[in-house]
C-alpha cells in the first residue's frame, strides 16, 4: 500500500528546494527563442496574407455596394481612388483610398481610407460608375500587390463589363 504523504512528497517541493537554477533558467530561455525563432517567418507571412484578405475583401465590398446602389436607387454611381474621403483623385493609384459617390444626388455613400502594410493597389483605372442598369462605363483590373511579394500572394481584382467581379490569386 502507498503511503499518501510520502506521494505528496514527490510532486511537492521539499523544505531543500528554493526554485529554477541559473542553468534551467538559461536552457529554457534558449528553448523559448529557438520557437520564437523558427514560428517568427510564418507568423509575417499569415499576417501579410491576411492583410491582403482584408484589403481585397473592402474592395470588392465598395464595388458591390456600388452597384447595388445604383440599381436599387436607378442613380449613377461612382467609385474612385480618393486621399481625402471626400473628392476623386483621378489616379489609379487607389492604395491612397476610395470612396463611394452617388451622382445623382452628390451623396458619398462610403470611404475607405488608404490601405496599410505598406501593400501597394494598382487599377487600370482611376474610377467606375455604374449606371442605373448596374453596368459600369468601363471595365476594370485592380492589383493588390503585399509589400514583400512572393509566388501568388499578390490579388487580382477584375470589373467586367456585365458589372460582375472576381478576384482571384496572382503572381507577385
Not at 31 to 42: D, E, F
Request: with cysteine; net charge positive; proline share 3%.
Amino acid at each position: 500500500m502507498h503511503n499518501p504523504s510520502r506521494l505528496l512528497d514527490q510532486f511537492c517541493f521539499r523544505r531543500g528546494d528554493r526554485g529554477v537554477t541559473l542553468l534551467e533558467l538559461l536552457i529554457t530561455l534558449l528553448i523559448v527563442s529557438i520557437l520564437v525563432a523558427l514560428a517568427a517567418p510564418s507568423y509575417l507571412e499569415w499576417s501579410s496574407a491576411a492583410r491582403v484578405r482584408t484589403q481585397t475583401h473592402a474592395l470588392l465590398s465598395a464595388l458591390v455596394k456600388g452597384r447595388d446602389t445604383a440599381m436599387l436607387h436607378r442613380h449613377q454611381v461612382r467609385i474612385c481612388a480618393s486621399s481625402n474621403g471626400a473628392t476623386c483623385s483621378g489616379a489609379t493609384n487607389w492604395a491612397v483610398g476610395w470612396l463611394v459617390k452617388d451622382l445623382t444626388n452628390s451623396t458619398v455613400l462610403a470611404t475607405e481610407p488608404a490601405i496599410s502594410g505598406g501593400n501597394t493597389l494598382a487599377a487600370s483605372v482611376g474610377a467606375i460608375t455604374f449606371a442605373s442598369n448596374g453596368e459600369p462605363n468601363v471595365a476594370a483590373l485592380f492589383e493588390l500587390k503585399p509589400k514583400v511579394c512572393s509566388g501568388k500572394a499578390a490579388r487580382s481584382i477584375s470589373v467586367e463589363l456585365t458589372g460582375l467581379t472576381s478576384d482571384q490569386a496572382a503572381s507577385c
